[in-house]
C-alpha cells in the first residue's frame, strides 16, 4: 500500500504532488500489485485521481493497481482483504464511508 494522504486541498496542486512524490516510487514497482490509500476529497479530486489509477493500471498490467478513498482502518482492511482475493479487480477507486 503506498500512502497518499495529507495532500493539497487545490486538485491541481494535489495532482501535481502526486506525479512529483508518489507516481514515481510506483512506477519503481510496476511488477506488484499496488493499492494507494487517499484521504477523501470533493469531485474534482476523484476526476484526476481516476485518470491516474486508470492509467497506472493499464501500465501495470498484469500487477493490479487500485485505490482506496477514506480513513477508517476497519473499512480499509475489509477493501484489502476483498482485493486479495478478486484477482480481475483493477483500476478502481473504492470509495468508503468515513
Not at 511488477?31 to 476529497?41: M, N
Not at 489509477?53 to 493499464?58: D, K, N, S
Request: hydrophobic share 50%.
Amino acid at each position: 500500500m503506498i500512502a497518499a494522504r495529507d495532500l493539497p486541498l487545490a486538485p491541481l496542486d494535489a495532482a501535481a504532488r502526486f506525479t512529483a512524490h508518489i507516481l514515481p516510487s510506483i512506477r519503481n514497482d510496476l511488477a506488484s500489485d499496488c493499492i494507494i490509500l487517499f484521504d477523501p476529497a470533493d469531485r474534482p479530486h476523484a476526476i484526476w485521481r481516476r485518470a491516474m489509477v486508470e492509467e497506472l493500471a493499464r501500465e501495470a498490467a498484469p500487477a493490479r493497481i487500485n485505490a482506496i478513498v477514506g480513513t477508517a482502518e476497519d473499512a480499509i482492511a475489509a477493501t484489502v482483504e476483498y482485493l486479495a482475493k478478486a484477482p480481475g479487480v483493477t483500476g478502481q477507486i473504492f470509495e468508503l464511508s468515513t
